[in-house]
């Protein structure tokens, strides 16, 4: 287990959620952890599931643009659904 | 003496002669070029010149944000356009619409040349080529903002995978302008440190994609930090940033498909994980469970109270054999008893004088008398039977028939 407490996965971004619970897949396939870390990477592993799947249902696609003077301006309303 | 001619009447009238001249709307001219100026207009004036003419020329803007060569005063030039009359000025002109530098050859010619040197260079090299990340997290797009590129592109990312964190990086992508642009643009999306860069524009006649042949942008696409995705023009449009990008996508759509997982992927395999995470648990569960079971069998095994119970049931066990032991050397004990007993009475001579015998001592003595020689007539003898006791004398000898008690 890290040191640091993990930050909570409702803050993780799709790629970081998806690489600690497939690495947390790998861990617990392994066997080698007690029974208490074992449920506590459980735990994890599907709260990071459901973060990456809510993000994935429910993502609506941010633009942003690199302005002259190096800054990130949001693009509004961009491509707005034209179905 | 003929009436007078307004200036602008004449003028107007030799414009009209020139202009409809079929040989002067149609016509490339060369020369070299001097006097050029870019007012803030956009449009383009020069003068075309020999040795010994000068001809005016002036280019619109929306030909010279197309042009892929940038003409310096110098430059021998070819210039093709049409002649007019700037009436204001009474000044006939070349209308130009495009000019290449002379000499220098076609497009084609410069396409081939450049694309021979960087070849040579190892640009195109397919082993300098590195893979696009499968799940990028952050792609910066090289392209017109108002470009039907962007709008492709960020329509396919919405529908593929939307979590991905996109940022424009602007830029003009046509005219003589675009590349420093372009290159810049690349420099400051790498500054992003994205997982892939696109470079796109839609398509054009070759003259608009021609951005996308400049030396400085195929290098710059080349040296990028991150990966390039480029996805310039249709699929017929090969540029030198195409030989130069790490992966060369078709048109800008399919850029954006090569940069992308698809969100439906991603979820079967998210769905895949969570099996998995759920199974890994239960096995890490069910191993403990059936440890556990296994301990327990060999602490109850193991258990004091398991050893007490085993002594005390070899105590019973010894009491039990002991008791048994016991009565039966009682039993046998009591059996010899028993059989002494009735040997004892057996032997009792008291119990042979109940039969009827009879013991016979010389009187006043216990010697018994077993034979006739032991006795003199008239001796005195004693006579215990089983009541009693009386005495007897002996009479003369007497022999018996068939004793041999007597021998003389």
Redesign the interface.
């Known amino acids: 287990m890290p040191k640091k407490p993990p930050a909570p996965p409702t803050e993780l ?3 970081k959620a ?1 690489a600690e ?2 690495s ?2 790998a861990r ?2 392994s ?1 080698e ?1 007690s ?1 208490d870390e ?2 506590a990477l ?1 735990e994890r ?2 709260a990071l ?1 459901a973060q ?2 809510g ?2 249902e429910a ?8 302005s002259p003077g ?1 800054e ?1 301006e949001e ?1 509004e309303n ?2 707005s659904e ?1 179905s | 003496m003929n009436e007078a001619w307004t200036v602008s009447a004449l003028n107007r009238y030799i414009r009209t002669a020139l202009e409809t001249d079929y040989r002067l709307k149609d016509l490339v001219v060369a020369g070299e070029i001097s006097n050029i100026s870019r007012p803030a207009s956009g449009h383009l004036y020069f003068t075309l010149k020999d040795q010994s003419a000068t001809l005016r020329c002036v280019m619109w803007k929306g030909q010279a944000a197309r042009l892929v060569y940038r003409p310096r005063d110098g430059d021998r030039v070819q210039a093709h356009g049409a002649i007019g009359v700037y009436e204001a000025g009474g000044q006939y002109q070349l209308y130009a619409d495009w000019i290449q530098a002379d000499g220098q050859g076609d497009l084609f010619r410069q396409f081939t040349a450049l694309k021979a040197k960087l070849e040579a260079e190892g640009l195109f090299d397919p082993a300098r080529k590195r893979p696009i990340p499968a799940q990028p997290r952050r792609l910066a797009i090289v392209t017109s903002p108002t470009g039907a590129a962007l709008r492709d592109i960020i329509h396919v990312i919405r529908r593929r995978w939307p979590v991905l964190d996109v940022i424009l990086c602007p830029t003009p992508v046509q005219g003589d302008d675009a590349p420093p642009q372009i290159v810049d643009a690349i420099a400051a999306a790498n500054s992003l440190k994205p997982d892939v860069i696109i470079v796109a524009r839609g398509g054009g006649s070759i003259e608009d994609l021609w951005a996308f042949n400049d030396e400085g942008v195929v290098r710059a696409v080349a040296a990028s930090d991150a990966p390039v995705i480029s996805g310039v023009g249709h699929e017929t449009d090969f540029t030198l940033a195409d030989f130069a990008a790490d992966l060369r996508a078709p048109t800008p759509s399919a850029a954006a498909e090569l940069a992308t997982p698809d969100r439906a992927d991603r979820l079967a395999d998210l769905r895949g994980l969570t099996e998995r995470l759920a199974g890994a648990l239960q096995s890490v569960v069910r191993e403990r469970r059936w440890a556990l079971a296994e301990r327990t069998a060999a602490l109850r095994g193991l258990s004091p109270r398991a050893q007490l119970a085993n002594s005390r049931q070899r105590l019973d066990d010894l009491t039990l054999r002991a008791a048994t032991t016991l009565r039966h050397h009682l039993e046998i004990s009591r059996h010899r008893v028993g059989g002494l007993h009735h040997r004892l009475a057996a032997l009792n001579p008291l119990a042979i004088l109940q039969r009827g015998y009879a013991v016979v001592t010389r009187a006043g003595t216990t010697e018994v008398v077993r034979s006739p020689n032991q006795v003199a007539p008239g001796e005195q003898l004693d006579v215990r039977v089983s009541e009693g006791q009386f005495t007897v004398s002996v009479d003369p000898p007497q022999r018996h028939e068939g004793s041999k008690v007597h021998k003389e």
Not at chain 1, 59 to 66: E, G, P, Y
């Open positions: 971004s799709f790629e998806f619970l497939e947390i897949v617990l396939e066997g952890l029974l074992s449920l459980f592993g599907q599931a990456c799947n993000l994935l993502a609506d696609l941010k633009v942003k643009q690199l190096g990130l693009l961009f491509d034209e």
